[in-house]
């Protein structure tokens, strides 16, 4: 065969193996790949962190080797970057587990009644399968498994709770309450209680063969706004074992290339195909932004909706990629409750370049919580927390000791760029001198909450600045 033929048929083949795996016509690509961009954005951002914190040991977001715990004994702070919409009254703990061989044991030792603790059990699609803790256990301790899709052993007699996942990789995020500054010692001694360990290990029996190594892909700047999503979802759909519930969805993800542990390349395929994926996650982006305008910010959908177990969700991809991109890896609303402040009461864009703000509740209607609540301030242009000079990212209910109350009892906070008058120093939250965002977090929410007994204050800016 001469070399131009061998040419023409290798051509051939790439062009035949392009439509083998992309199946859809650019008309029908365009509708699925909007559906399989909502569908795999959470996945994809779980992965970012899953590769910084236990992968990529030269990472400044590295926290510990699979299966075992990682402490960060401080509150995060603007220089912190692993994931967006960080929580800063909460110093984290880190469990990536890796379940394919064996179940996980987490141990949890007895904490102050009075301290405030969870361990958020998440899996691989950023669903909220199970939680420890103050709320779901109490502050007594005990040793809980963690067991993987395909675990059929028996349960240890001396083991307080069984715990399934869905995924071969789970995320385990604890978190503990933070006083303040001279809190922090208490803080890593509770820390050093938390321990873990693979079933075998804590039963002391001879462990399981080790799972197969995994060639973990690099991330790469825009893998989660162009067709390159596609890729690293195939590459974690295979920890994660189709459910009955999402048969028929794979399949028509199958049509443009999308299967569980398959390669996914661009390069494969036509010009008019990487069009229509590119087309559809812009259509997804643009159905996002409509509902986070009509419906975040006005506050008619809530962060409860956006996070907690699958039942929960009820299969709801838009709702699960607005927690992903608005703040992953939230707590489900019998948890926490997550106020998002995104515009004033006038509707527009919250911009301290252009307005302060104030923030006021009356008397008597500070926000119900039976442990804490919290506002955060955050740069709207990278999610992050705020650099400013007093190193002070959040109001909390702790601090209402040293903040300034009205005259008439209630409290009014200044979120602004520059320094309010002395006085008023103490309720200061410092602002970007540019677009911002607050969150509004109550940790074990009361019912008037989520009843809408009670309301929302808005966020009230004043007048222009000359």
Same mark, same amino acid.
């Given at each position: 065969m001469t070399n131009r033929?061998?040419?023409?048929?290798l051509s051939l083949a790439l062009s035949t193996s392009a439509w083998a795996d992309f199946t859809a016509t650019p008309e029908d690509a365009r509708g699925i790949a909007k559906e399989a961009y909502l569908y795999g954005f959470p996945v994809v951002e779980m992965y970012k962190t899953l590769y910084s914190q236990a992968v990529d040991t030269k990472s400044a977001n590295f926290k510990a080797p699979f299966n075992r715990i990682g402490n960060t004994a401080k509150a995060f702070t603007a220089k912190d970057t692993a994931f967006v919409t960080p929580n800063a009254d909460t110093p984290y703990s880190f469990v990536w587990m890796d379940l394919r061989a064996e179940p996980v044991v987490l141990t949890l030792p007895p904490i102050d009644e009075h301290r405030y603790y969870s361990v958020q059990?998440?899996?691989?699609?950023?669903?909220?399968?199970?939680?420890l803790g103050t709320r779901s256990t109490g502050n007594n301790g005990g040793h809980f498994m963690v067991a993987g899709p395909n675990w059929q052993g028996q349960q240890p007699v001396k083991m307080d709770r069984l715990l399934r996942s869905e995924t071969d990789i789970a995320y385990a995020l604890y978190r503990t309450q933070l006083f303040d500054e001279k809190d922090l010692a208490q803080v890593k001694k509770i820390q050093k209680g938390y321990k873990v360990?693979?079933?075998?290990?804590?039963?002391?029996?001879?462990?399981?063969?080790?799972?197969?190594?995994?060639?973990?892909?690099?991330?790469t700047p825009t893998m989660s706004d162009t067709p390159d999503l596609f890729r690293y979802l195939n590459f974690m759909l295979a920890f994660a074992p189709a459910q009955d519930a999402e048969k028929d969805l794979l399949a028509r993800f199958k049509t443009i290339g999308i299967?569980?542990?398959?390669?996914?390349?661009?390069?494969?395929?036509?010009?008019?195909?990487?069009?229509?994926?590119?087309? %559809? =996650?812009?259509?997804?982006? &643009? !159905?996002? @932004?409509?509902?986070?305008?009509?419906? $975040? /910010?006005?506050?008619?959908?809530?962060?409860?909706?956006f996070y907690g177990?699958?039942?929960?969700?009820?299969?709801?991809?838009?709702?699960?990629?607005?927690?992903?991109?608005? %703040? =992953?890896?939230?707590?489900? &609303? !019998?948890? @926490?409750?997550?106020?998002?402040?995104? $515009? /004033?009461?006038?509707?527009?864009?919250?911009?301290?370049?252009?307005?302060?703000?104030?923030?006021h509740f009356d008397k008597g209607a500070l926000p119900?919580?039976?442990?804490?609540?919290?506002?955060t301030m955050y740069d709207s242009k990278n999610k992050l927390l705020v650099t400013n000079p007093l190193n002070r990212y959040l109001i909390n209910?702790?601090?209402?000791?040293?903040?300034?109350?009205?005259?008439?009892?209630?409290?009014?906070?200044?979120l602004q760029n520059s320094a309010?008058?002395?006085?008023?120093?103490?309720?200061?939250?410092?602002?970007?001198?540019?677009?911002?965002?607050?969150?509004?977090?109550?940790?074990?929410?009361?019912?008037?909450?989520?009843?809408?007994?009670?309301?929302?204050?808005?966020?009230n800016p004043v007048p222009a600045k000359p």
């Open positions: 033929l061998l040419l023409t048929a059990l998440i899996d691989a699609y950023t669903q909220n399968f199970a939680y360990e693979t079933l075998s290990h804590y039963v002391k029996q001879k462990a399981p063969p080790a799972a197969p190594k995994v060639a973990w892909p690099k991330p299967e569980a542990g398959e390669p996914f390349n661009l390069h494969d395929f036509t010009a008019e195909q990487r069009q229509a994926l590119e087309d %559809g =996650i812009s259509d997804a982006k &643009a !159905e996002f @932004a409509r509902f986070k305008k009509d419906k $975040v /910010d006005t506050h008619e959908v809530t962060s409860g909706d177990t699958r039942d929960h969700l009820k299969g709801n991809y838009l709702y699960r990629y607005a927690g992903a991109n608005l %703040g =992953i890896f939230g707590n489900s &609303a !019998e948890e @926490a409750n997550y106020i998002g402040y995104f $515009v /004033d009461k006038d509707g527009k864009p919250l911009d301290a370049s252009k307005h302060d703000y104030t923030l119900p919580a039976d442990a804490f609540w919290s506002l209910s702790r601090m209402l000791p040293d903040l300034k109350l009205d005259t008439d009892g209630g409290l009014t906070l200044y309010p008058a002395k006085d008023l120093q103490s309720n200061w939250l410092p602002a970007p001198e540019g677009p911002f965002y607050g969150v509004l977090r109550l940790y074990l929410p009361k019912p008037e909450v989520t009843s809408g007994q009670w309301q929302i204050p808005p966020l």
